[in-house]
């Protein structure tokens, strides 16, 4: 169980904090296309130390370890099953027989090299997508989203603030549980009647919240009074830096894409050169993620 907001928006004197919500969201969006469409693992590593260094600058480095924690349980699992499921590799390293439904039991190198490939993708998305959640003001990024659909943006405002009143909730249930004088329910028991616990008391919270909206008139659909308008903010220099670096990592992507800097190919061989232009496409993508948070200047919370 995580405890309190560890895991929730907080502001920090950071550079990424200190932008606007739609700039670091665009920001992270980039890097996760980056990570989507580059597959070089040379690359891929240095997308991870940039995006760590990202968080280190933005005083969340060690959530960004928790979350490197957690993605490597994830990753064991897609190893191994890209290993024993794939049968495309030519160079064979061990040899178990028959595997039932998993057919012949020829584990290649490149099934390993592969797997190891897609887990380091998706400890990248994991480690971008915690960035961006405990860096972007998501109040912030829903009121921009209001032009678009008030009642969307309304109903996503409202499920954002439900989730840490849910954590909340299972952390005082569980030490309500403890303070039984039978003691807490263990085992599967136990994590059932907390959920149901939780269930209940969020359904409650839910129909409150529906009549509190009713009754200040958001039934009725939007109308001059539900407007409230907020002043222009002009672009700080954050906002610009933030915003160059997300066009610079997209088409820092779309040259490695096109050209032969970040060719990788796994099947039935493994193809991945490392030439100048791979190293010269690492370190562009290092620095292009870390330069804005160089400027500190006007990051006070």
Known sequence: MLGGRSFFYRRLPSPLHAARAG???????????????????????????????????????HRLRRTLRTAAIVAVPIVAINVLVSREGLTVFARLGDLGPFGQGDLTIEALVYGMVVALKVTLLMLVTTLASLAVDPDELLRAMRRLSYRSALTASLSTRMIPLLAADSARMA?????????????????????????????????????TLELRGFAVGRSKSLRVSHPARPWSRHDIAFMCSAVTILALAALGRLTDAASFQAYPLIHMPVTLATLALCVALIAAVLLPFADRRGIDP
């Open 23 to 61: 700039v670091a969201a665009t920001w992270a969006l980039a890097l996760i296309a980056a990570v989507l469409v580059l597959f070089h693992p040379l690359i891929l590593l240095a997308l991870t130390l940039a995006v760590l260094g990202a968080g280190t600058a933005s005083g969340l480095g």
């Open 175 to 211: 030490e309500a549980q403890h303070t039984r004088p039978g003691g807490a329910r263990t085992g599967a028991r136990g994590r059932v009647a907390l959920f149901g616990a939780i269930v209940g008391g969020s359904l409650d919270r839910a129909m409150d919240v529906a009549a």
